[in-house]
Nanobody, 128 residues
Framework: QVQLVESGGGVVQAGGSLRLSCAASGGTFTDYPMGWFRQAPGKEREFVARISQWSLGTIYADSVKGRFTISRDNAKNTVYLQMNSLKPEDTAVYYC?????????????????????WGQGTQVTVSS
C-alpha cells in the first residue's frame, strides 16, 4: 500500500510558475512509474505527465509540453511537477499517481486506469 501526499498548489497569475510536490510512503518508490493528472470542473481527468522509475523516460501531454517538467528524487521518495508559463486553462485539481507494475495495468500510460495509488489532489488556479 502506497500513500501519496501532495503540496504546492495555489493561486498564480497567468505567466507565472508553480512547483507541485508529491511525497510517497509505503511500498518501494523505485518500483513505480509516476504520473500527474489534472481535472477541471465539468471535465474528465486528463493526463499531464509520466516519469519512469529511474527518470530515463518522460511523457507529456501536448498541452503542457515545453512548459511543464516532471522529475523525481528517489532519495526523497518525491515526485515534482514544475509548471512554468501557466495559462488560465491550466486551472484544475492536480493529482499524482503511482503505477504499480505488479498489478493489472487496466490501461495505457496516459490513462488513469493504469495507476494504482492516488494523492488527494491539490488545487491550481491560474488567474487572468
Amino acid at each position: 500500500q502506497v500513500q501519496l501526499v501532495e503540496s504546492g498548489g495555489g493561486v498564480v497569475q497567468a505567466g507565472g510558475s508553480l512547483r507541485l510536490s508529491c511525497a510517497a510512503s509505503g511500498g518501494t518508490f523505485t518500483d513505480y512509474p509516476m504520473g500527474w493528472f489534472r481535472q477541471a470542473p465539468g471535465k474528465e481527468r486528463e493526463f499531464v505527465a509520466r516519469i519512469s522509475q529511474w527518470s530515463l523516460g518522460t511523457i507529456y501531454a501536448d498541452s503542457v509540453k515545453g512548459r511543464f517538467t516532471i522529475s523525481r528524487d528517489n532519495a526523497k521518495n518525491t515526485v515534482y511537477l514544475q509548471m512554468n508559463s501557466l495559462k488560465p486553462e491550466d486551472t484544475a485539481v492536480y493529482y499524482c499517481a503511482a503505477d504499480d507494475p505488479s498489478t493489472v495495468a487496466g490501461g495505457v500510460p496516459r490513462s488513469p486506469l493504469k495507476y494504482d495509488y492516488w494523492g488527494q489532489g491539490t488545487q491550481v488556479t491560474v488567474s487572468s
